[in-house]
């Protein structure tokens, strides 16, 4: 059994894991956004200066809380791709620095490649082929797994993203950042059916709807409509009304896709990932619809849905004990595509 070290530093979290296979020995989160909250999102430059002070003190703490030392660590991975150039050259240069000067193979990993993975530390064993549904802040998509690092992209969203709707609808709402939390939380209070928003669907020119993709702009400015029509009556707006009814159009239009993805292509597990993960509707919906269905649907432990490093060690061991590794040429990208991930191997 492999023992890596990973790191994470795609976005807003400086996060460092020591995995042994997809048993999580320590995990060091540190999240920045209390820093960027104050701008309603994510600022680049702030986010690299951020990394840069707090990523040698997570490694040393990741470290500490193993009780482990180099000597007993196989291999050093760090995402590369995709998120903010500045950010993700931070935590891969920490990572091949490390594995030079401890004399470690280096794995770089895909980003989503980790979400993927996360749902590998509620079930380990866990053999594709799958579908995952990847719910995030920057991405929705419906991915077929076939095995490590084959992965072809069946649906996906065709303007927002599942965790970026949460986010402005929240926005709109004056709730704060980032908003999927704050919204299910206040969806407890509220009622589901108090407002009709539509679903979003995509017409294909043959006619009738794409069966598994997603559009969530179209949603967010019928709340959007909604609020400035409430708000022209002078009452008190009902927050937790709105909240629920919103969060469960996006729980069901994601139910609907990810299920009939499953049956279509004949797909016996849906393993969910990604921040959006963490959502209780989109738990309770998918869960009921796959029990009727005759499928499995696995979705990460709550502290893994959202960017981590333990996702990206999981992820990295697969490639791992496939022999792949990186060559320390390896650069950072802003996107890869999923079909590109085996461009970051030398096998
Ligand atoms: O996966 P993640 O940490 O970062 C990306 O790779 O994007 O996802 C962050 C996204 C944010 O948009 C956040 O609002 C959303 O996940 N999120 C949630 C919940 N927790 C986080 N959305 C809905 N419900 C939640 N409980
Ligand atoms: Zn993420």
Same mark, same amino acid.
């Given at each position: 059994? &492999? #023992?890596? %070290?990973?790191?994470? @530093?795609?976005?807003?979290?400086?996060?460092?894991?020591? =995995?042994?296979?997809? !048993?999580?020995?320590?995990?060091?989160?540190?999240?920045?956004?209390?820093?960027?909250?104050?701008?309603?999102?994510?600022?680049?430059?702030?986010?690299?200066?951020?990394?840069?002070?707090?990523?040698?003190?997570?490694?040393?703490?990741?470290?500490?809380?193993?009780?482990?030392?180099?000597?007993?660590?196989?291999?050093?991975?760090?995402?590369?791709?995709?998120?903010?150039?500045?950010?993700?050259?931070?935590?891969?240069?920490?990572?091949?620095?490390?594995?030079?000067?401890?004399?470690?193979?280096?794995?770089?990993?895909?980003?989503?490649?980790?979400?993927?993975? &996360? #749902?590998? %530390?509620?079930?380990? @064993?866990?053999?594709?082929?799958?579908?995952?549904?990847? =719910?995030?802040?920057? !991405?929705?998509?419906?991915?077929?797994?076939?095995?490590?690092?084959?992965?072809?992209?069946?649906?996906?969203?065709?303007?927002?993203?599942?965790?970026?709707?949460?986010?402005?609808?929240?926005?709109l709402l004056q709730l704060g950042y980032p908003g999927g939390p704050i919204i299910d939380k206040l969806a407890q209070e509220g009622n589901t059916k108090a407002f009709t928003l539509p679903e979003g669907r995509i017409s294909l020119a043959e006619g009738g709807f794409h069966p598994y993709d997603t559009s969530f702009s179209g949603l967010k400015t019928a709340v959007l409509r909604l609020v400035q029509q409430l708000e022209a009556k002078d009452t008190p707006l009902p927050v937790t009304d709105i909240a629920a009814s919103f969060q469960n159009t996006v729980a069901q239009a994601l139910t609907k896709r990810a299920i009939a993805c499953a049956l279509d292509y004949g797909l016996e597990t849906i393993a969910v990932g990604g921040g959006v993960a963490a959502n209780s509707a989109l738990r309770s919906h998918l869960t009921a619809a796959a029990s009727k269905h005759n499928l499995r649907v696995i979705f990460p432990p709550l502290k893994f849905c959202t960017d981590n490093a333990a996702m990206i060690g999981c992820a990295a061991a697969e490639h791992f004990e496939q022999g792949h590794t990186s060559p320390m040429s390896l650069g950072v990208h802003s996107r890869l595509s999923l079909n590109k991930v085996m461009e970051l191997y030398e096998l």
């Open positions: 059994m &492999a #023992t890596l %070290l990973a790191i994470e @530093t795609s976005c807003d979290e400086t996060a460092v894991a020591i =995995v042994k296979n997809c !048993h999580v020995c320590s995990s060091v989160v540190s999240s920045q956004i209390l820093i960027h909250q104050c701008y309603g999102g994510v600022v680049p430059e702030v986010a690299s200066r951020q990394h840069l002070e707090t990523i040698n003190p997570a490694i040393a703490q990741a470290l500490s809380e193993a009780k482990l030392g180099w000597g007993e660590i196989n291999a050093i991975a760090a995402t590369c791709a995709p998120g903010l150039v500045g950010a993700l050259l931070v935590g891969t240069t920490a990572g091949k620095t490390l594995a030079m000067v401890h004399g470690k193979p280096f794995l770089g990993v895909h980003h989503l490649e980790g979400h993927i993975y &996360a #749902t590998y %530390l509620t079930e380990p @064993t866990l053999e594709p082929p799958f579908l995952s549904l990847l =719910v995030s802040g920057g !991405h929705t998509s419906l991915i077929h797994v076939k095995k490590c690092g084959d992965y072809q992209t069946l649906g996906e969203t065709r303007d927002d993203a599942a965790g970026e709707a949460f986010d402005k609808v929240a926005r």
